[in-house]
């Protein structure tokens, strides 16, 4: 699409990992970190069928939802300067000056930025509140909170296709549960999905799987699941253990593991290999959904 430069299918690399190999598994790194640098892993994938059907709907603008710090703000800006689509991010809570370098990099790539108060931004998608919107900026293309949508769903169930070789399981964060659907709805008949959530009290996530599934593929399947004990203490929370975590992996492997989604999702793939969770002889695909220089979503 528009002549962007993008890794895809991105790599598959083996971890040679002997806190794998000890326990008889074999354990491979899908490398979306590396589609490209500012449409990271899973935000390309979630995002790429959306941009065709605001193309082919006749929208010139997107306008999408996110914190102040959002991953996802970021990558949706990227990709309507790349796309030549206006955008419009609206960020949850008060503007404050200077812009943090998530929001500076937005606007510094042409989206427009608008603020809701929380209380507002909790009824966000409610009609009232869109037809603000569309009197502030007139027509656009709604792409939610986390881009997960069925369209997401569908773009990320293509990761299965790319790997070249026989696997038993796969693993992903979880934020939104739209990547864990998708690759869930790509798998073959023998194969299974982990999911790892990143905050916690994430058992609302089956749920939000269930309902992407079946908006996505119009059904849900039961080859999965989400793991909800790895959060260390929440959304965003970053405690010692977690960064002893990921220095100790990069002096092992050489990639330092954007800390919020994927490193817990891989302090979790080791704690199941420790436990048995995943049984001698298998081979496991842990997908990297973003990179260490990643913005906080």
């Not at 082919?56 to 990227?78: D, P, V």
């Not at 939610?144 to 070789?165: D, F, H, K, T, W």
């Not at 089956?206 to 593929?217: C, I, K, N, T, Y």
């Amino acid at each position: 699409m528009n002549g962007l430069s993008l890794r895809v299918p991105s790599p598959l690399e083996e971890l040679n990992d002997e806190r794998a190999s000890r326990n008889g598994v074999r354990l491979f790194l899908k490398r979306d970190d590396l589609i490209h640098p500012e449409l990271v892993g899973n935000k390309w994938r979630k995002l790429r069928l959306n941009l065709a059907a605001a193309r082919e709907q006749g929208h010139t603008r997107l306008l999408t939802f996110g914190g102040a710090y959002s991953n996802h703000i970021a990558a949706m800006a990227a990709a309507g300067h790349h796309f030549g689509l206006d955008t419009v991010g609206v960020i949850r809570g008060e503007p404050h000056v200077p812009l943090n370098d998530v929001l500076a990099f937005a606007a510094g790539r042409g989206m427009e930025l608008t603020y809701l108060d929380r209380s507002t931004y909790r009824r966000k998608t409610d009609a009232e509140v869109l037809d603000r919107f569309r009197a502030e900026f007139g027509d656009f293309y709604l792409v939610p909170e986390g881009g997960s949508n069925a369209l997401a769903v569908q773009g990320c169930a293509e990761v299965p296709a790319e790997i070249a070789i026989e696997f038993d399981a796969i693993c992903c964060a979880c934020g939104t549960g739209g990547t864990l659907a998708g690759i869930a709805g790509g798998l073959l008949a023998n194969q299974r999905a982990v999911g790892f959530s990143a905050l916690k009290g994430g058992d609302f996530l089956a749920g939000d799987v269930e309902r992407l599934q079946r908006e996505a593929f119009g059904v849900a399947s039961s080859n999965w699941t989400v793991r909800t004990e790895f959060h260390f203490g929440g959304f965003a929370k970053r405690p010692r253990e977690l960064d002893a975590f990921i220095d100790d992996f990069e002096a092992r492997h050489g990639l330092r593991l954007e800390w919020v989604y994927v490193a817990k999702m891989m302090y979790g793939v080791f704690a199941l290999i420790e436990r048995g969770f995943f049984a001698r002889g298998e081979r496991i695909v842990a997908v990297v959904t973003g990179a260490s220089q990643s913005f906080e979503p």
